[in-house]
């Protein structure tokens, strides 16, 4: 559900969704991806970065974390 709201721009919805979440899915990469999505759609670069970073550290072949921190760093 918080992908969708990031897609439809409902940033706050989708952070909330995330924050719920977020106690239970700090080895999720899909997780940690989506928050990056979310920090770097708020203007949080440097803390999407952060997030990506932690998501490749959990599955160092998970592309769309991987697509997204090198899109951050460009």
Excluded: K, Q
Excluded at 20 to 48: C, K, Q, V, W, Y
Excluded at 54 to 65: Q, T
């Amino acid at each position: 559900h918080a992908r969708d709201a990031i897609r439809e721009g409902n940033l706050g919805t989708a952070e909330s969704l995330l924050m719920m979440a977020g106690t239970i899915s700090d080895d999720n990469p899909s997780f940690m991806n989506l928050a990056g999505l979310l920090h770097e759609g708020r203007g949080r670069i440097e803390s999407a970065r952060r997030f990506y970073e932690r998501a490749l550290a959990v599955d160092p072949g998970f592309a769309p974390a991987s697509e997204n921190l090198l899109r951050c760093s460009s």
